[in-house]
Each structure stands twice: as C-alpha cells, then as structure tokens.
C-alpha cells in the first residue's frame, strides 16, 4: 500500500449525515433482545464497542417493523412501538458520544420466520416452501413451511409498517438514517426472486415487476421521513437459506433492479456479495459493484464481502463504492478501523462466536486493550 491517506480515511458526507470514515459495521443478528423486542445493556455494550474502535458508521441487525408477519427469529429486536424506540436511544447516543453516526436495518422475514411471538404460520409473495433449513444458531429446526400467499391488504400492511418503524427509529430512537433490508432472501427478496414469486398481479412478472414492493417501501419510508434522514436499502443475490442464488437475467436483470432504485430516488444502495471484488455473474467480468455503480450513477454505494484488508478496502473504494461495510470483519475485529490505520492484520474470524446460539457473548461487551487479540 502506497497511498499515505489512504481513501477509508477520508470523511464521507451521505445525504446530510456527516461520516468520519469510510468505513461501516454490517447489520448482523445476534438474537440478544428481550422476548417482547426490546433492546438490552449487552447489546448496548454490542454496538458501543463499534464505536470505540472507530467505526464512522454502525448499521443495526435487522428490527422487525410489524406485529403480524415480519418477526424472524426469536428475542429479535423490533420497531413496532414506542418502547422498542426509545429502547434505541441509549445505544445511538452511546454512539453519538464516539463520534459514529448508527442506522436502523428495517426488516420483514417473510416466508423465512423462523420464530415469530404474534402468528403461528408465515406469509410470502407465494406459496412457495423455500428452499433449505431453518438455522439452529437462530433457534430454528426443520424445514421452512410452506407460507401464506399474501394478500393486496396484506402487503399495504407491509409497507405502511416499514414506514411508521422508521419514523420510530429516526424520531424516538435516535437512529441518523435508515437501511431497507430488501436482501437475504427475506420478504422484499423473495417478491424479487422468480422462484418464490410465482404471482400474475401487478407484484409478479419480469424483474422490473418484481422490483415492485422494493420500490413501494422506499417511497413510503421516503415519504414519511420527509427528508430528515437518509434512506437506503441493502440488496444481494445470495440468501440465507439459498447462498449460490443468482438472477437468472444476469446483468439485464441488474440494471432493472438498481435503476429501479435509482429512480425511486434511494439514498444509498448496500451491496453484498461472498467477495465483493468477483463477477457477480459466471457470463461477466464486472462484480456486483460495479454494476450497482453502472446503474445507480448518483446513488452513494455501501459494499460488503470479505473485503478485510485495507487493500480489499481501498480497491472497492476506487472502484465506485462510497463506504465498505464489514459483518465477520466487525466481529473478530471491532477496533478494525485503528487496526487498518496502523496497517496491522486484522484477526480471523471464529465462527465458534455465532454458536451455539448467535446472541451476544460476554467478551463481546468489552473492547479488548487496541491492537490485541479480542
């Protein structure tokens, strides 16, 4: 590595909201909220951690926005009410002391639920079984069942829930912006898959189509918040519960999906990919990256995967990405960004952390003494 100030380091403003870096924790689930959703002091310690270690932007796990389908997993935290917002506000002011800036990853589990306290079956685009197993380190056992196609009130219940959590996030909880989770394979990815929307309405048909929810939750998120506070979305191919998925249009598919995001006006496009500097397509040479850039020219750019080098980092900084986000990365090494700037190896990642249950583990809660091993 040449450059002496290198491109991470450089402060980032994304739409009104001052960053001190380039670089992002990744929204990860970790299971540690109360029964009722509620945020807890070992996921306060979590978060702050992040920040300690100099992370300019934390995103949140995903917060369920409903209290009819979208709860996934057990002892998840939510959006739904007053309390689960101010619930918040401890963890982003602890943030806020640091000098990092914290958005709220909103989310819908959809026909993935795997533990959901207010409904006993699930609901999808379709009534498609997904593919795969529901994930033992979430609580979860079996198959995934067969869910409910949803219906037209229904769906108008999703979008309007998204948009009243996030005005809880950024009003009650303190949250600076706002990340849609339309990836992963949860409810707004499976209404943009072919295999789990088989749908012949308005919500069905060829990639565009399908970019509908996608494009309905933004404008309503959008439209609520009234420009006080960035709105974004993540998106990706691969899924929970179905890792090597694809789009069947390639890069046809790709410039649907992110001009679609484009004009709906989002303020941020979060890309993920196993390793963001591949082809995102075994017909192609560009990676998900730069065609998320390609399509999406005046959109800010989060990138995710496996991109823990300040190399990797730098690279996808040059090649059209505005922040790079980090999920294991984070993990192993909450101080990551002081690591990077005294250009030290960050330390690998133990996966033994996310079991048996992936909740936060005691020596999560403490940053370790800088540059040592955690």
Not at 102 to 118: I, T, V
Not at 127 to 133: H, I, L, S, T
Not at 214 to 223: Q, S
Request: aromatic residues 8%; glycine residues 10%.
């Amino acid at each position: 590595m040449t450059t002496e100030n290198p491109r991470f380091q450089h402060d980032f403003c994304l739409k009104g909201v001052q960053l001190k870096n380039r670089l992002a924790v990744a929204p990860m689930t970790r299971v540690s909220a109360s029964v009722e959703g509620l945020p807890s002091q070992a996921m306060l310690d979590y978060y702050q951690r992040f920040a300690l270690g100099g992370f300019g932007l934390v995103i949140s796990e995903g917060l369920y926005t409903d209290q009819a389908f979208s709860q996934g997993y057990l002892n998840q935290p939510g959006l739904t009410e007053d309390a689960h917002a101010r619930g918040w506000s401890g963890i982003t002011e602890a943030l806020h002391d640091e000098g990092t800036k914290m958005f709220a990853q909103l989310m819908h589990a959809g026909a993935l639920s795997q533990g959901n306290r207010f409904r006993n079956h699930t609901v999808g685009p379709s009534a498609v079984q997904p593919k795969g197993e529901q994930m033992h380190f979430y609580h979860g056992e079996g198959r995934y069942p067969v869910p409910v196609a949803m219906s037209e009130v229904e769906i108008a219940e999703v979008i309007e829930g998204f948009a009243q959590s996030a005005s809880r996030a950024v009003r009650l909880g303190g949250f600076d912006g706002i990340e849609i989770h339309g990836a992963n394979g949860y409810l707004l990815d499976q209404f943009l898959t072919e295999g789990t929307n088989t749908r012949t309405d308005r919500w069905g048909g060829n990639a565009a189509k399908r970019m509908a929810l996608h494009v309905d939750v933004v404008t309503a998120v959008k439209r609520e918040l009234a420009g006080i506070a960035p709105v974004g979305i993540r998106i990706s191919q691969g899924k929970v519960n179905d890792f090597t998925s694809k789009w069947s249009g390639a890069e046809a598919d790709a410039k649907a999906i992110f001009s679609a995001l484009a004009e709906a006006e989002v303020d941020f496009i979060h890309v993920t990919d196993f390793e963001a500097w591949q082809p995102a397509f075994p017909s192609g040479r560009d990676s998900f990256l730069t065609l998320a850039r390609r399509y999406a020219p005046g959109v800010a750019i989060i990138a995710n995967g496996n991109l823990h080098s300040v190399e990797r980092t730098d690279e996808a900084l040059i090649n059209g990405a505005d922040i790079v986000a980090f999920g294991r990365g984070a993990l192993a090494n909450p101080d990551l960004p002081k690591l990077f700037g005294r250009r030290l190896a960050p330390r690998p990642f133990d996966a033994s952390i996310l079991g048996p249950i992936a909740n936060i583990k005691d020596s999560e809660r403490k940053l370790a003494t800088p540059f040592e091993p955690v």
